[in-house]
């Protein structure tokens, strides 16, 4: 006679199908990868070999990339001939929307007046415009053309293309190590922001009292 809660678990447990163990085994290396991932962010720290490795792999591979990047651009546009202030001056008001040109200068960290002569040349292309402030006539306002969206996306795009190029010549599992890697630098760039805007925010405010 078998004694209850003892063989008869056993084979309780032996009816299970095959797959449910094959997920209380993943569920159980899963759990054991968190604690060992906690306790390395824990512990772990960016080391001046670190630090060194990234500038150099992060300067090799832009320069591939932008050995690529560059031809598909002047194919692209086959009149190419922006400022790289020019085309900070686009990303900015892209991602910021509307501002008075002091706001981009400050931004480009250029004077008011060389800013305003490259404005004026991205508006005569029709990729900005501008305006006088309503409140304020001397004061002009600069934003974004449909135009000028369309060559930041394409700009994007393109760069885009060539890195996921490069991502071909890496393992499936090393593929999904890049993939986390850019989401975790989204984010940390978007913390950066953040911060830095709130910052800048209040020195603008203590400036003005």
Same mark, same amino acid.
């Given at each position: 006679?078998? #004694?209850? /809660?003892?063989?008869? +678990?056993?084979?309780?447990?032996?009816?299970?199908?095959?797959?449910? =163990?094959?997920?209380?085994?993943?569920?159980? $290396?899963?759990?054991?990868?968190?604690?060992? +991932?906690?306790?390395?962010? !824990?512990?772990?720290?960016?080391?001046?070999?670190?630090? !060194?490795?990234?500038? &150099?792999?992060? $300067?090799?591979?832009?320069?591939?990339?932008?050995?690529?990047?560059?031809? $598909?651009?002047?194919?692209? =546009?086959?009149?190419?001939?922006?400022?790289?202030?020019?085309?900070?001056?686009? =990303?900015?008001?892209?991602? #910021?929307?509307?501002?008075?040109?002091?706001?981009?200068?400050?931004?480009?960290?250029?004077?008011?007046?060389?800013?305003?002569?490259?404005?004026?040349?991205?508006?005569?292309?029709?990729?900005?415009?501008?305006? !006088?402030?309503? &409140?304020?006539?001397?004061?002009?306002?600069?934003?974004?053309?449909?135009? /000028?969206?369309?060559?930041?996306?394409?700009?994007?795009?393109?760069?885009?293309?060539?890195?996921?190029?490069?991502? !071909?010549?890496?393992?499936?599992?090393? &593929?999904?190590?890049?993939?986390?890697?850019?989401?975790?630098?989204?984010? +940390?760039?978007? #913390?950066?922001?953040? &911060?830095?805007?709130?910052?800048?925010?209040?020195?603008?405010?203590?400036?003005?009292?």
């Amino acid at each position: 006679m078998r #004694k209850e /809660g003892g063989d008869n +678990a056993f084979e309780k447990a032996g009816s299970l199908p095959p797959l449910t =163990f094959l997920h209380i085994r993943l569920t159980i $290396s899963h759990i054991i990868s968190c604690v060992h +991932a906690h306790n390395y962010r !824990e512990v772990r720290a960016i080391t001046p070999h670190d630090h !060194e490795l990234l500038v &150099q792999s992060m $300067s090799e591979f832009r320069y591939i990339v932008f050995g690529r990047f560059a031809p $598909s651009i002047l194919r692209t =546009f086959k009149d190419f001939d922006y400022s790289l202030a020019q085309v900070a001056s686009l =990303f900015i008001v892209d991602e #910021k929307g509307e501002l008075t040109i002091k706001q981009v200068a400050g931004l480009l960290e250029r004077s008011v007046s060389a800013t305003s002569r490259l404005l004026d040349q991205l508006a005569s292309r029709g990729m900005i415009t501008r305006r !006088e402030d309503e &409140q304020d006539h001397r004061v002009k306002r600069v934003a974004i053309t449909e135009q /000028g969206r369309a060559l930041i996306e394409t700009l994007q795009l393109l760069r885009a293309d060539v890195q996921i190029e490069m991502m !071909e010549y890496l393992s499936p599992d090393e &593929q999904a190590d890049v993939v986390r890697g850019m989401v975790l630098l989204a984010k +940390a760039g978007r #913390k950066w922001r953040e &911060q830095h805007e709130s910052s800048t925010t209040r020195t603008e405010v203590s400036s003005t009292t």
